[in-house]
């Protein structure tokens, strides 16, 4: 069963702690992207990598990081610099990062709320 | 700066009513268009796309979405909503330029039974 996985679900960490958030993706995709969902906010790019070992910033790259050592797992680390970390953050792959293979698959989302 | 905009944060509507959503797109060379959603609980899904050829574009559920290059819209419209079509509808566009998509803010679709 091909898909994206993200893990966990729901996860609750206290102030000042960083925290790593597991995404999967058995699709054989290039790219793997990190969005953060506020409400009204629609989804804010955070980091996106187009292959192995590469990555870059998106638009709210500040206080997060992530690393991409094998082409199915791209995990995201909220950092404690992350000023306001509570939020749903969203895992998303495809083929390519370009042209009309560029169609995005999303994973579940893990909710993350800082306390 | 490339953005979507998404005019209606919140459309509430009856069954069998027709439903449009508006979106609009900054000018940045060719663009590919995508139209999301997002049912309560459930994982973003692709609703219908646009990549070339005909403007007017049919994706599941009875949407269909067209592309007016002239008014950088790539408007979402059904002719009759049902209750289960309450959701999270986002409107999105890559430019052939740039590697990532820019999603808009959403719109909240609720259906009175």
């Known amino acids: 069963d091909g898909g994206i996985t993200q893990s966990p679900k729901y996860l609750f960490r206290k102030e000042g702690q960083n925290v790593t958030l597991s995404c999967e993706q058995n699709l054989n995709h290039d790219a793997m992207y990190w969005y953060r969902q506020d409400p009204g906010q629609g989804l804010r790019l955070i980091y996106y990598s187009q292959i192995v070992n590469d990555f870059q910033k998106g638009d709210i790259a500040e206080g997060y990081s992530v690393s991409r050592e094998k082409k199915e797992s791209f995990p995201l680390t909220v950092t404690s610099a992350q000023k306001n970390p509570t939020a749903f953050y969203l895992c998303?792959?495809?083929?390519?990062?370009?042209?009309?293979?560029?169609?995005?698959?999303f994973g579940p989302g893990t909710r993350l709320t800082v306390l | 700066a490339q953005s979507v905009s998404q005019h209606n944060h919140h459309v509430i509507l009856s069954e069998a009513a027709s439903l449009e959503l508006g979106c609009n797109y900054s000018?940045?060379?060719?663009?590919?268009l995508f139209w999301y959603v997002q049912y309560p609980g459930q994982h973003l899904q692709l609703l219908l796309k646009y990549f070339s050829g005909d403007p007017l574009v049919k994706g599941i559920k009875g949407f269909e979405a067209e592309f007016i290059k002239s008014k950088f819209s790539f408007n979402l419209r059904k002719p009759s909503v049902q209750w289960s079509d309450t959701a999270e509808y986002f409107c999105?566009?890559?430019?052939?330029?740039?590697?990532?998509?820019?999603f808009g803010s959403g719109t909240r679709l609720s259906i009175r039974p």
């Open positions: 998303a792959s495809s083929i390519q990062p370009l042209g009309p293979l560029n169609e995005q698959f």
């Open positions: 999105a566009v890559t430019y052939s330029s740039a590697s990532k998509i820019i």
């Open positions: 000018y940045g060379g060719t663009v590919n």
